[in-house]
């Protein structure tokens, strides 16, 4: 029955998320050229575009984007690469790596605004070394956040997607043989970092490139963090064009659709630019390793790579102590290096919003994540059955690569079309549909490499194939699906886009109450609710770690205990 | 002349093997012998530097005088040949010879050379594929080319023949012991087959276990 259901199913799921992926490319496409029924707008023209490329706001928002976007990118893989190279055969790498991990479950909303509590001209680094080494007994007057070139915004992406980065280098590189490749080219004489640039990164890279390129389009596209950290005169694109789709008076719809669209075609664009300049890269490279050096410069690159990530680690533990204090803090004078007196008050303040935000952040984080997961595994039983997957793929890569900003006010005006806006189960499909590329993405190499005989046999001796299903591939594969569970979990903790477009404002949880009020100068408020949201994922991330360890000896304690008759 | 003396592995400070103590002249290979797991990997990886952690390994070794524990891996100037040849996936087989080489002379004199090498062990032609279009004889024949292009001062063989077939595992031996005596290198064999250690080396040593 089940074995049945399974190709309509998976059409019906294909079909689920490429509609509205359809949806949100039309819904840019046609108004940008004029076509918006919604506004009675029946003929199409250029005037938007000539409006747009008229507008030295997008050109300056333009140029921030790309700046910001293409030099995170470069720094954090920059640094992370390196940070890998310098400590792999280190004995602390285990450790790095188990301490870099948890960090990866904090929404980016959180670690922003740590970020803003400690660059800020009255944050915690200008206080540490105030007044003793500074002099100040006030703040400074200087933009070190929100500063018109987007610097505290870089710094900002580097400290949260160079942990991500890490990890997926980690894991790229169990599927090489580092040591052996490693030792192999030390012993034809090779110093231990050129060994690596030469053998070793390239290989790395090719496994890489998603990863990457996730990175490249997230950060040129970034409206949460933008709006906490970056600039704002002018603001970044995507934050320039949320605002001009949100004009009240509806008249700069058509010219925020053109720039959409520009936005979607410059991350095309740069991801191009990047692999052509890997490539040029690459082939530079390869020369050099011909020439019989044993020892390049690219070492010191490296060191002062890993030099780089060390500071950025400091960046990110401090970005994430600042929380708490603050959130505790009574009384916190500049330039005291810690509060004078600490308090509960804080929370108790946010008191009730604060339990009805964790518990909208909650519901849909573990809705999304469930639902997400029987989709995956549907596609997955699927693509395994019949080996193909290409479709699903691409579709599944279109939504964590083209911008949030450009889709999803195409996919607003269908549900406004529909009268599903402002409602919680499109909240909830849109975190489903941006959850779902990270939980299929986690769980498909553990899930393809099942040894499916356990399954079969399992089917030999009793005829539950459903059950089956359950109680052996499910339970044996328990680890990863819950990895990917608490990825999942915290991926829709930290979506802001969709629950503010989908919600419009009726639905709200603990981020886009977090992103809202980072501005608003209520420090302790705004620590707490950033606190919140950075211990949710957090827990069910440690849940994910625990329990499959523990599972199997729980449950047969369990049974001892209780079954023992 | 490669020389080991009391040469021991270790967990935890508790040796693991009784000392190897060993002399082997420029030429020559010396086999090292005993049951699965005794430590006869582990003795190679000591002497290039590759011990995996958790593992010390115990006592001195030289060549041509010059003590190896006190250089790093990369100046220790060993060759090493595995079961796995280990070629360099990304580069081509003229690239992976190139990689090789001491440094010196134009890009175009090293593929030059590279090319002639190839020659020499029955691979002309092949220099523009990838080791994995390459097969397992040939494969091996290239990692034997590329590690000795590398100008070792000694050869480490740790079962390098166990993935070949029988044809060419006899082919090979006589390709890596020409070698070594061409290159008038010492070498020493781990293995667990008597016939490479019987037609190859001049001295065979068992290890044994302790306790």
């Known amino acids: 029955m089940l074995s049945m259901l399974q190709r309509p199913l998976y059409w019906l799921i294909i079909l689920g998320i490429s509609m509205p992926l359809l949806l949100g490319l039309i819904g840019v496409v046609l108004p940008s050229f004029g076509y918006d029924p919604a506004l009675g707008q029946l003929d199409f023209h250029g005037q938007h575009w000539q409006q747009l490329f008229h507008q030295s706001e997008f050109w300056s928002g333009l140029r921030l984007s790309l700046g910001s976007g293409l030099l995170a990118t470069l720094f954090a893989y920059w640094f992370a690469s390196s940070l890998i190279m310098v400590s792999f055969d280190k004995p602390w790498f285990t450790r790095l790596q188990a301490a870099i991990t948890p960090i990866l479950s904090i929404p980016h909303a959180s670690i922003t605004i740590g970020a803003l509590f400690l660059l800020a001209p009255s944050g915690w680094l200008v206080r540490i070394i105030s007044p003793w080494l500074t002099g100040f007994e006030r703040p400074p007057n200087w933009l070190t956040v929100q500063d018109p070139n987007g610097l505290a915004l870089i710094i900002a992406l580097v400290i949260k997607e160079m942990p991500y980065l890490m990890f997926a280098m980690a894991a790229a590189l169990t599927q090489l043989q580092p040591d052996k490749t490693l030792q192999a080219a030390r012993l034809l004489g090779y110093e231990r970092l050129t060994a690596w640039h030469f053998t070793l990164l390239p290989q790395v890279f090719r496994l890489m490139r998603l990863p990457i390129f996730m990175v490249l389009a997230f950060n040129m596209t970034v409206v949460d963090v933008a709006t906490i950290i970056g600039p704002n005169t002018p603001s970044t694109l995507a934050v320039t064009l949320l605002r001009w789709f949100n004009d009240p008076t509806l008249l700069l719809r058509g010219q925020a659709s053109a720039a959409a669209l520009v936005l979607a075609l410059m991350v095309l664009l740069c991801i191009l630019v990047w692999l052509l300049v890997y490539r040029a890269i690459h082939h530079w490279r390869q020369l050099h390793a011909m020439s019989g050096g044993r020892s390049s410069w690219l070492r010191y690159w490296t060191l002062t790579g890993a030099t780089g990530a060390a500071f950025t680690l400091c960046l990110t533990i401090l970005s994430l102590v600042v929380l708490p204090i603050w959130a505790f803090a009574q009384r916190w004078r500049f330039p005291d290096t810690w509060p004078a007196s600490w308090t509960l008050d804080n929370l108790s303040r946010a008191g009730d919003r604060l339990v009805s935000l964790s518990a909208a952040s909650f519901s849909l984080a573990l809705c999304s994540a469930l639902i997400g997961l029987i989709l995956a595994l549907l596609l997955l039983e699927h693509e395994r059955k019949y080996q193909r997957s290409d479709g699903t793929v691409i579709i599944l890569f279109s939504w964590v690569l083209l911008p949030q900003v450009t889709l999803l006010f195409g996919i607003q005006v269908g549900l406004l079309f529909l009268n599903w806006n402002g409602n919680w189960f499109s909240v909830l499909g849109l975190h489903v549909l941006y959850s779902l590329p990270y939980v299929y993405l986690t769980l498909k190499a553990p899930y393809l490499a099942f040894n499916e005989a356990y399954l079969q046999q399992a089917n030999r001796l009793r005829a539950t194939p459903l059950r089956n299903f359950i109680l052996i591939k499910l339970a044996l594969l328990k680890a990863p699906i819950a990895a990917s569970l608490a990825i999942v979990f915290s991926v829709s903790v930290a979506q802001y886009l969709p629950t503010l477009l989908a919600g419009e404002g009726r639905i709200n949880t603990l981020t886009t109450e977090a992103v809202a009020r980072a501005a608003s100068g209520d420090r302790k408020l705004v620590s707490v609710l950033a606190l919140a949201q950075a211990i949710l994922p957090l827990i069910c991330f440690m849940l994910a770690t625990m329990i499959p360890r523990y599972w199997t000896t729980g449950r047969l304690a369990l049974r001892r205990q209780f079954c023992s008759n | ?211």
């Open chain 2, 1 to 211: 002349m490669l020389e080991l003396t009391s040469v021991q592995i270790a967990h935890k400070r508790q040796a693991l093997i009784k000392p190897v103590s060993a002399s082997v002249n420029n030429g020559e290979i010396v086999a090292l012998m005993g049951p699965s797991g005794v430590g006869k990997s582990s003795i190679l990886a000591y002497l290039s530097g590759s011990l995996s952690s958790g593992l010390q390994g115990l006592g001195q070794a030289s060549l041509d005088g010059l003590q190896l524990m006190q250089l790093a891996p990369e100046q220790r100037q060993l060759g090493l040949l595995q079961q796995h040849p280990l070629l360099f996936p990304h580069m081509t087989v003229a690239e992976n010879l190139m990689f090789a080489m001491p440094k010196g002379g134009s890009q175009t004199e090293r593929y030059r050379q590279a090319k002639l090498h190839l020659a020499e062990v029955g691979l002309q032609g092949l220099e523009e594929r990838l080791p994995e279009q390459l097969s397992g004889g040939q494969q091996a024949r290239l990692a034997l080319l590329r590690t000795l292009l590398s100008k070792p001062n000694a050869l480490l063989l740790d079962e390098p023949f166990s993935k070949l077939d029988k044809s060419l595992r006899q082919e090979m031996r006589q390709l890596v012991k020409q070698a070594i005596e061409k290159a008038n290198i010492p070498a020493i064999l781990v293995t667990h087959d008597e016939d490479d250690a019987t037609q190859l080396a001049v001295q065979i040593i068992e290890l044994e276990a302790l306790g």
